[in-house]
């Protein structure tokens, strides 16, 4: 109960009223019986003036005359009326008789005399003084002031007993009592309401606190006086208010943050300085494949081998950047690792942010491969060139035939090295989107027409049967009409090329909703399923020494590719191996041409 800052303040108030009365009660006690003592000894005082100053001849003597004189001279004179005032008489030469008025020292003179010579007044009377200390004493369990007056060689020895004025002690102790439990009872209840009117508001303001520590900002507390008290509660409003603001700016802010690590592509994953994850991100846990990360950071760091580990960021101080390289099933990730630290520049924890590098990787390996494939391209004629000429200087030109057999390589090989630098030339216009597109109407049949045209005979040399379809009416194409000469001529050439003697190719053009669809068909050797999906690629080939015997470049697919996409169109191949093969262009018609049908001839007609 005493922890209670109201109960406290009752029981300072009850012991301030009990520390004020008992004094006074004592204090009181002690006046009492200065004033009794006083009283006493003025009496006796007077008495002993009334006593004749004779000597008295014996000890009975002088007491008759305490007895006698008058009705009681000890009454009268020395107002021993009382029971409980008593005298006695002896004699100082010798102190072995008593003659007393007291029941107590009536009995046996010898234990009489003994008590009597423990009084110090009686001490002070045998010494010719008078003995008017006062002294309560107490003995045989009685309380008592005593006096002790020499008149010649006797002295009368007296005894006030306590009972005489123990009536009055007793009226004054209830009085003080009464008063006492008066005063309790008053400090008790305005203890109670005085330290309601601290402990009310105090109570109030803990609730308040309370409130503010569970994040309940919305309550003002009534500010109910201008004191201390009031001043307490203004401020706390005036706190409340503001850290409701700073707390509203935090969670902005940390929304903020979590909004922009949510939804950024790169992985953030942090640790604190144990070990144990503290966020993570959905982009990291993508990017690693995972559905929740709960490794510690030295599991991790040795699962991606990141050769780092928390003792030495901790021991060692570990400051800065690191970067990582960590290649997943499926991914390339670059690791960026940086440590957050406290106000005291001491390491909290680490940050770790993963970069999906994926498809620069892919780039940079192509670009590495595109290199090496130029180079081995290239490497090829000049070393057929090389050897040829060398051993024509060496003396095979003597002989005319040879010479132009030889002469004849390194044409062809310089025609291959020249298509292929016009070729690669031209991948790099497209690249760069430093073609020059002549764009302009074009009629795809008209287009068709003309390619079947140039390829015929190489078509008929090889006793292959090359046909167009033409199915409905023909949308004319905004198109640059050399280029997409150049695709469907390079698509022929490729069909005619991989198809033997004998075959089958066909053109089919036709228009499928909003676009032109031409598809060349052949029965040629076909394409292995697995080398489809990397076809177009630059360099790839099926068979490269078949191809380059042919005088293909790998480039041409590639190239059709890039010029059909610059169109807005698309291109894809299927094949079955060793059955033929299927290539389809389909590019969007021309809308300003206002749907003109393009120059075909009819409807439906297949031409040879
Ligand atoms: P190339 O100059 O070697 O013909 P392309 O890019 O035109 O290069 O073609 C790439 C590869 O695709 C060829 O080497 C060949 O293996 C394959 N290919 C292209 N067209 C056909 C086809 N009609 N039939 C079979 N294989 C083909």
New binding site residues.
């Given amino acids: 109960m005493l922890r209670s800052l109201q109960w406290r303040l009752v029981f300072i108030f009850i012991a301030m009223t009990i520390s004020l009365i008992i004094p006074i009660g004592i204090m009181l006690k002690v006046q009492v019986e200065k004033s009794v003592y006083n009283e006493f000894k003025a009496d006796i005082i007077n008495g002993m003036g009334f006593l004749e100053d004779k000597p008295y001849g014996s000890i009975e003597d002088l007491w008759n005359i305490m007895q006698k004189k008058g009705e009681n001279y000890s009454t009268y004179y020395f107002n021993m009326g009382s029971e409980h005032k008593t005298f006695s008489i002896l004699n100082t030469k010798a102190l072995n008789k008593v003659l007393s008025s007291d029941p107590v020292l009536n009995g046996n003179e010898n234990q009489a005399v003994s008590e009597i010579l423990e009084s110090e007044n009686f001490i002070s009377a045998l010494g010719n003084k008078e003995g008017t200390e006062r002294n309560l004493r107490h003995l045989n369990g009685k309380a008592f002031f005593d006096c002790a007056m020499k008149k010649g060689e006797f002295i009368i020895y007296f005894r006030y007993y306590s009972q005489g004025w123990e009536n009055m002690m007793r009226g004054f102790n209830n009085i003080i009592i009464t008063s006492l439990m008066f005063s309790i009872i008053i400090s008790l209840i305005l203890g109670y309401i005085l330290s309601k009117t601290i402990t009310v508001p105090v109570v109030n303001l803990m609730h308040k606190a309370q409130d503010v520590a569970k994040g309940n900002f919305d309550k003002l507390l009534e500010v109910k006086s201008e004191d201390e008290i009031g001043k307490l509660t203004k401020t706390f409003n005036y706190m409340a208010g503001e850290l409701k603001n700073t707390m509203t700016e935090i969670s902005s802010e940390k929304n903020k943050i979590e909004t922009i690590l949510k939804y950024m592509t790169d992985g953030i994953i942090a640790y604190n300085i144990k070990g144990e994850v503290v966020h993570v991100n959905p982009a990291a846990r993508k990017l690693l494949g995972v559905n929740s990360i709960e490794m510690s950071f030295n599991e991790f760091s040795g699962k991606y081998s990141l050769g780092m580990s928390l003792e030495e960021i901790e021991y060692l101080n570990f400051s800065g950047n690191k970067e990582v390289n960590i290649v997943t099933e499926d991914k390339y990730i670059k690791a960026y690792f940086a440590i957050f630290t406290d106000e005291e520049d001491k390491a909290e924890g680490i940050i770790i942010v993963l970069q999906d590098v994926t498809e620069q990787q892919k780039i940079e390996n192509m670009r590495k491969e595109f290199v090496a494939n130029v180079s081995h391209e290239l490497r090829t004629p000049l070393t057929s060139i090389k050897s040829y000429t060398e051993t024509l200087l060496d003396g095979a030109m003597e002989d005319r035939e040879t010479t132009e057999r030889f002469l004849g390589v390194v044409n062809s090989e310089a025609d291959r090295m020249t298509r292929l630098v016009k070729d690669l030339l031209q991948l790099t216009r497209l690249d760069n989107q430093q073609m020059q597109w002549k764009l302009q109407p074009v009629s795809p049949v008209s287009l068709i027409k003309k390619s079947i045209e140039k390829l015929e005979l190489e078509a008929k040399n090889k006793d292959q049967e090359l046909g167009s379809y033409i199915i409905g009416d023909i949308p004319n194409i905004k198109a640059d009409a050399d280029r997409m000469e150049q695709v469907v001529l ?2 022929l050439s ?2 005619i ?3 033997p003697a004998g075959g089958k190719i066909t053109v089919y053009t036709s228009k499928l909703y909003e676009d032109v669809c031409i598809k060349i068909v ?1 029965t ?4 292995p399923e697995k080398d489809l999906p990397r ?1 177009f690629e630059r360099f ?4 490269k020494a ?2 380059r015997e ?1 005088g ?7 190239i059709a590719k890039e010029i059909v996409e610059a169109h807005n169109g698309s291109i894809s191949i299927s ?1 079955e191996w060793g059955k033929g ?1 299927e ?1 389809t262009i389909k590019l969007p018609s021309d809308k300003e041409d206002d749907n003109k049908p393009g120059d075909n001839d009819k409807p439906s007609t297949y031409f040879p």
């Fill in positions: 390079n698509i490729n069909a090329k991989y198809t052949d040629g050797i076909g394409i076809i790839y080939r099926v068979d078949r191809s042919m293909g470049t790998g480039l041409g697919l590639a094949s093969t290539v």
